[in-house]
């Protein structure tokens, strides 16, 4: 069983920056590819940003592609997504999620999801 927390969200102006942090409980790191999501209100769950077991290969939606970067630190357990040039679309509660396999962009296909945090960007 994995538990996600993730903290970090926000109230930003557009063009400012955030970085979410999902900490993981239990040993994650070469065990769980890991992803970000988001869902904005009335909308379906997007792919984010997703990093693999080893924390070697990531990969991005093309909406966030060059704004934002996956990160995974294996000391402390902690997945980061450092979000840059914010803009309002970027609105939306953010989710990490973790699952047993290859990293994919199916939201279906994640195992483990934390609470979510609120990101919300200003014009």
């Known amino acids: 069983q994995v538990q996600l927390v993730e903290s970090g969200g926000g109230l930003v102006q557009a063009g400012g920056s955030l970085r979410l942090s999902c900490a993981a409980s239990g040993r994650t790191f070469g065990r769980y590819a890991m992803a970000w999501f988001r869902q904005a209100p009335g909308k379906e769950r997007d792919f984010v940003a997703a990093v693999t077991r080893s924390g070697s290969n990531t990969a991005y939606a093309s909406s966030v592609k060059g704004r934002c970067s996956i990160s995974s630190d294996s000391a402390e357990n902690t997945v980061y997504l450092q979000m840059n040039s914010l803009k309002p679309e970027d609105t939306a509660v953010y989710y990490c999620?973790?699952?047993?396999?290859?990293?994919?962009?199916?939201?279906?296909?994640?195992?483990?999801w934390g609470q979510g945090t609120q990101v919300t960007v200003s014009s």
């Open positions: 999620a973790a699952r047993a396999g290859a990293a994919v962009t199916v939201a279906r296909a994640y195992d483990y």
